[in-house]
């Protein structure tokens, strides 16, 4: 097999990443994790910590200040992703021909190509997945000691990227007693796997039993906290991950065609999901690794002239996406996406107002990116977060000075304060005011 045009396709890809990771302005979120960097810990409420790894070692290899700094390691991952399903694939005996139509279908999916080169949890929880994969094959076709070990070392690493990691443990089992291929497993190795996993997931197992489990059941009751039900959550989820996969590959998907793992690991965790949406919303993103089996799956038995429609409809859609990113009528649709260009009337208030406190950890964490003044966040004044456990978010001076949502709330311990209104933001909705103790 000729694998040079393979890997020109993702050498190619890195670059178009790498360019889009320098150009694109840094989000909310970016800025949040990289304020994690500021403050290292085992884990956080939010989330496992590999997200705040990522980008402390980008920055440290990298030390530009800028967008690609942050992501570098991000625009890596990805494409160690896909050169890990480069070797999945050759492991099932695909095509040249249909490893890159794999490709090319898995890049210009907007969650696993051009989303890979942005600072999120989701970007390592995919690429140690797709390890786990690997040796979870290699673990049924070898099943050699350093296999069952290796499966356990990237579970637990996915482990310290995002939660959902564990659905690979439910899918393996659906596929394996499903397709009676446990009958194949070595009971005396499994241990390992075990052992490896808790190992390498150790961090954020002793964050949390240091934290009475806040992040697990924060992100439980996320998941699953509603007590009603709005038919648009499911109707949404449906709609969002036919438009993500790509309509063109689902038929193949729902065919039952060849080889069937990657077909149970994504409509497993499809099924978990739409489960999951009568009882809150699910995100676009959350089932990003299903994505991937999906369109493995898709393409092992496409024809030419379905992936050119394939590709046809990615190249619709993309113009699509630009539109809404370019023109200045679109951009409400745009709204929660606050980015560090959309700053510059706040930015000169950090230094001229101290000390300042940020209304959410959106607005704190950009405003510290872009000025490298730490901003926290007033402790109570928005959700939980990182910023309520910092004792920095707890003014220690009588006079201070509050940046906050004009539809927000003050906290309950500000009723006996001498609050001012000093001036209003209206591109962000948020007002500046002096507040003295009394």
């Known amino acids: 097999m000729n694998t040079k045009r393979i890997y020109y396709i993702l050498i190619f890809s890195f670059l178009i990443k790498a360019f889009l990771a320098w150009l694109v302005p840094i989000y909310a979120d970016e800025a949040y994790y990289h304020f994690w960097t500021l403050h290292p810990q085992l884990s956080y409420f939010d989330h496992p910590p590999m ?201 193949n998907l729902i065919k039952k065609n060849g080889e069937q793992a990657d077909r149970i690991f994504a409509l497993s965790q499809f099924f978990f999901f739409l489960v999951s949406s009568f009882k809150a919303v699910v995100e676009a993103n959350w089932p990003i690794t299903s994505h991937l089996h999906g369109t493995s799956y898709a393409t092992q038995s496409i024809t030419s002239k379905k992936f050119k429609w394939a590709v046809g409809y990615w190249s619709v859609l993309y113009v699509i996406f630009t539109l809404i990113f370019v023109l200045p009528q679109t951009q409400i649709l745009l709204k929660n996406q606050i980015n560090s260009h959309q700053l510059d009337e706040l930015i000169p208030i950090v230094q001229q107002y101290q000390p300042l406190y940020g209304p959410s950890y959106q607005i704190s964490s950009l405003l510290t990116w872009v000025t490298g003044t730490e901003v926290y966040k007033l402790r109570g004044l928005t959700r939980k977060d990182l910023f309520d456990s910092l004792p920095q978010s707890e003014p220690k001076t009588k006079k201070f000075y509050v940046l906050k949502h004009s539809n927000s709330f003050w906290p309950d311990d500000f009723k006996y304060t001498d609050i001012t209104l000093i001036k209003s933001f209206e591109k962000q909705q948020v007002d500046l005011f002096r507040v003295i103790r009394e």
Request: net charge positive; proline share 3%.
């Open 51 to 251: 997200v705040s790894w990522f980008v402390a070692l980008g920055e440290i290899v990298f030390p530009f200040s800028n967008g690609l700094s942050l992501r570098s390691f991000f625009v890596i991952a990805g494409t160690i992703t896909m050169v890990t399903w480069v070797a999945i694939l050759k492991q099932k005996n695909f095509s040249q021909k249909h490893i890159e139509y794999f490709i090319t279908l898995a890049l210009l999916n907007p969650l696993l190509g051009v989303g890979s080169i942005v600072a999120t949890p989701d970007v390592p929880l995919v690429l140690f997945w797709s390890i786990s994969y690997y040796f979870f094959i290699q673990v049924i076709e070898r099943r050699t000691a350093i296999s069952y070990a290796l499966l356990g070392v990237f579970l637990g690493l996915g482990f310290c990227s995002k939660y959902h990691i564990v659905l690979f443990v439910l899918c393996g089992l659906v596929y394996l007693i499903w397709s009676k291929e446990y009958k194949r497993l070595v009971a005396a190795k499994v241990p390992l796997t075990i052992f490896f996993g808790l190992l390498f997931c150790a961090p954020v197992i002793l964050w949390n039993y240091q934290n009475d489990w806040v992040s697990f059941t924060f992100q439980l009751k996320h998941g699953f906290g509603k007590t009603y039900y709005d038919w648009t959550w499911t109707g949404g989820f449906i709609a969002s991950q036919i438009l993500i996969l790509n309509p063109f590959l689902l038929s």
